[in-house]
């Protein structure tokens, strides 16, 4: 079981938006603005997407946003593209050891 | 640009330990924490532990605490993960992903392609 829970399967068609919900506790989530968010196609190496809830990198489309309200985060991708299916994991930084905590990822499906 | 290359695919019997290796290039090593995560086929991601590369110090989930060691070489700038007691579900693509220590350790920033390891008798 995932310290972080994250819907299984969310799906849209391309132009829409979609939003992917990440809820974890006070102990993490709630307590830190370090919520991150991974891209993963299959087969490959997981991507960064957006880090500290909302910062993206440098690279990442503007169609990718981050927020938190409380003990959940969410990842908003606005205009989906076929490219952007894939499987997202969100994480967060954890008090409990100075760890970190991934939630079970979510699979985008674009219609 | 930054690269973290892994070393190889490697097959290990239960009970065997195994050492996955992670090259970094295109930043200052010891600037970044080094972290690995594991993926279970068809599973998700796992966080294992980190290491600072400059002082070698360590952060081991609790979950392979006493069974995970993560070490580094700085002169060629080579993270080490060694994991032993392997059982079959150990089975999985072990990463390397490296931040800045900037940041501290609360992001993966960078991350290699992945190593698959597989117990099996």
């Known amino acids: 079981q995932s310290a972080l829970t994250q819907p299984a399967s969310v799906s849209g068609s391309p132009g829409q938006s979609i939003t992917i919900s990440c809820t974890g506790t006070?102990?993490?989530?709630?307590?830190?603005?370090?919520v991150s968010w991974y891209q993963q196609h299959p087969g490959k190496a997981p991507k960064l997407m957006i880090y500290?809830?909302?910062n993206r990198p440098s690279g990442v489309s503007n169609r990718f946003s981050g927020s938190k309200s409380g003990n959940t985060a969410s990842l908003t991708i606005s205009g989906l593209q076929a490219e952007d299916e894939a499987d997202y994991y969100c994480?967060?930084?954890?008090?409990?050891?100075?760890?970190?905590?991934f939630g079970g990822g979510t699979k985008l499906t674009v219609l | 640009q930054v690269q973290l290359v892994q070393s190889g695919a490697e097959v290990k019997k239960p009970g065997a330990s195994v050492k996955v290796s992670c090259k970094a290039s295109?930043?200052?090593?010891?600037?970044?924490?080094m972290h690995w995560v594991r993926q279970a086929p068809g599973q998700g991601l796992e966080w294992m532990g980190w290491?600072?590369?400059?002082?070698?110090?360590?952060n081991y989930a609790q979950k392979f605490q006493g069974r995970v060691t993560m070490t580094r070489d700085t002169s060629i700038s080579t993270a080490y993960m060694e994991l032993s007691r392997l059982r079959s579900d150990d089975t999985a693509v072990y990463f390397c992903?490296?931040?800045?220590?900037?940041?501290?350790?609360?992001?993966?920033?960078?991350w290699g392609q992945g190593t698959l390891v597989t117990v099996s008798s």
């Open positions: 500290e809830v909302s």
């Open positions: 994480s967060s930084y954890t008090s409990s050891s100075s760890s970190l905590v």
């Open positions: 295109g930043y200052t090593f010891t600037g970044y924490y």
């Open positions: 290491i600072n590369p400059n002082s070698g110090g360590t």
């Open positions: 006070s102990s993490d989530v709630g307590g830190y603005n370090y």
């Open positions: 992903a490296s931040v800045s220590m900037l940041r501290g350790v609360t992001s993966l920033d960078y």
